[in-house]
Structures are given as C-alpha cells and as structure tokens.
C-alpha cells in the first residue's frame, strides 16, 4: 500500500509541474522505473540467510516444506515491511514451538503469507494431537465395539 502511495505521490508530483509536450505514457515508464529501484536496495545475503534458517523437512514427520525459488521473491517482498531480524526471529520461533509441541510444519511457502504474530501471545493455544501406541489403539476399537 505504501509502495502504491509513493508511485501515485511521484506521478502527481511529475504531472504538476510537467508543462505542456509530456505524455502521460512518459510519466508511466518513469514511474515505474523510480519504483522498481526499490527491490534493488534488498540485500541478498539478508535473503539467503532468512531462507535458509527454515528447514528443508519437517523435523516432527520428515517431510518437505516444499522450499523453492519462489520464496526468495516472497521473503524480498516481506523485507520491504519487516526487518530481517523480525524474520529470523519469527521462523526460530515458530520452529522451535512446532518441535517442542510435536506439530507439523507449514509448507515454506504458506509459512511466507501467513507470519505468525509473535506479540507477547503463545503461537499455540490448542493441544497438539497425539498419536495412540497400538494398545491403546486397539483397546479404544474394541470399547467403540462395546457401545
């Protein structure tokens, strides 16, 4: 949103004090010019570090968090509004609660778009579900049978 206001600040500004001869066309390609320096100022170690710090399988099943290229764009676009530190921060965290409780991790991705809000609230405020032994399996069929 911010981004947006900016470009829109930048062509009324080029517009008021454009005379006569410019084309709205001109303004358009300088605009979007001036606004794509932005991703340029990113840098890219801050990027490889945020995406290596989530793991590449979930420790809890083993299965991959379907990391990719794509998600150096999406943590890019995060460090526009996030620090890196916040970043690295939040992944820590949410790792090492999704460990401890024994939940699943987000697919690397969905993680991306949907940051979990670290302000002081507990992540999880829901038990994690726990896997029965076989016994326990077996005599919860067998009392199910029973009713």
Not at 1 to 20: G, N, P, S, W
Not at 28 to 47: C, F, P
Not at 75 to 98: A, G, M, N, P, Q
């Amino acid at each position: 949103m911010e981004h947006a206001l900016k470009m829109v600040a930048y062509l009324l500004a080029k517009m008021i004090t454009l005379q006569t001869g410019g084309c709205v066309e001109d303004l358009l390609r300088e605009a979007s010019n001036a606004t794509a320096t932005k991703t340029d100022d990113i840098d890219e170690g801050s990027v490889e570090r945020i995406y290596k710090a989530y793991p590449t399988k979930c420790p809890v099943r083993g299965a991959s968090t379907g990391k990719c290229d794509k998600n150096r764009a999406q943590i890019r676009r995060l460090l526009k509004d996030h620090s890196e530190t916040d970043l690295l921060y939040t992944i820590h965290r949410y790792v090492k609660e999704c460990t401890e409780g024994q939940i699943f991790i987000k697919n690397f991705s969905t993680f991306l778009n949907n940051l979990p809000d670290y302000d002081g609230e507990e992540l999880f405020t829901q038990q994690p579900k726990k896997l029965l032994d076989y016994d326990s399996f077996v005599a919860k069929m067998v009392a199910e049978e029973k009713r």
